[in-house]
T-cell receptor
Framework: KAGVTQTPRYLIKTRGQQVTLSCSPISGHRSVSWYQQTPGQGLQFLFEYFSETQRNKGNFPGRFSGRQFSNSRSEMNVSTLELGDSALYLC????????????FGPGTRLLVL | GENVEQHPSTLSVQEGDSAVIKCTYSDSASNYFPWYKQELGKRPQLIIDIRSNVGEKKDQRIAVTLNKTAKHFSLHITETQPEDSAVYFCAAGATGGSYIPTFGRGTSLIVHP
């Protein structure tokens, strides 16, 4: 099976812009979680989607949002970008909600100037 | 919420030595403890995990131990090799549908040939 894929892999934006990142889970996986990884804060949970519904949300401002489509592909959107949003954004998929093993994608590295 | 502390932040060893990374967690409801390896520029990959009903788990040169009473768990790597050089993350979370892992800050392991 193909692994988790994310597009784009690299992105440069300026403050105030918005960005949309995409994640395609492993075929058959229905849960997709998003994480922000920075040197200062480590890996932090953003939100999780399962069957097109947001199940959980981390402690991030409302500028961070996401959605999941019927084919389990997920997108996350960050509006009004700030310099502090520069990070590696990782998504992870797992087969079902009650199976904990997560498989990470390669990430999208976002740089906000 | 859960809080995971990971030590040390950097670990330098000679090839062939053993390496030990320790994590403590705060939430007694956590019952699933995965460890991830992230090589430079690559995605985090699950290397071993342990559940709270088990005290120790081994997979070739890698082992994980769990002390539920003290709320800490450790990763042990024996006979380290240069390709073991990477950042290692521990995580803790409660299973049962709504799984939101909390990650440690990571340990940069350097294995000198």
């Amino acid at each position: 099976k193909a692994g988790v894929t994310q597009t784009p892999r690299y992105l440069i934006k300026t403050r105030g812009q918005q960005v949309t990142l995409s994640c395609s889970p492993i075929s058959g996986h229905r849960s997709v979680s998003w994480y922000q990884q920075t040197p200062g804060q480590g890996l932090q949970f953003l939100f999780e989607y399962f069957s097109e519904t947001q199940r959980n949300k981390g402690n991030f401002p409302g500028r961070f949002s996401g959605r999941q489509f019927s084919n389990s592909r997920s997108e996350m959107n960050v509006s009004t970008l700030e310099l502090g949003d520069s990070a590696l954004y990782l998504c992870a998929s797992r087969p079902l909600a009650n199976q904990e093993t997560q498989y990470f994608g390669p990430g999208t590295r976002l740089l906000v100037l | 919420g859960e809080n995971v502390e990971q030590h040390p932040s950097t670990l330098s060893v000679q090839e062939g030595d053993s390496a030990v990374i320790k994590c403590t967690y705060s939430d007694s409801a956590s019952n699933y403890f995965p460890w991830y390896k992230q090589e430079l520029g690559k995605r985090p990959q699950l290397i071993i995990d342990i559940r709270s009903n088990v005290g120790e788990k081994k997979d070739q040169r890698i082992a994980v131990t769990l002390n539920k009473t003290a709320k800490h768990f450790s990763l042990h790597i024996t006979e380290t090799q240069p390709e073991d050089s990477a950042v290692y993350f521990c995580a803790a979370g409660a299973t049962g549908g709504s799984y939101i892992p909390t990650f440690g800050r990571g340990t940069s392991l350097i294995v000198h040939p």
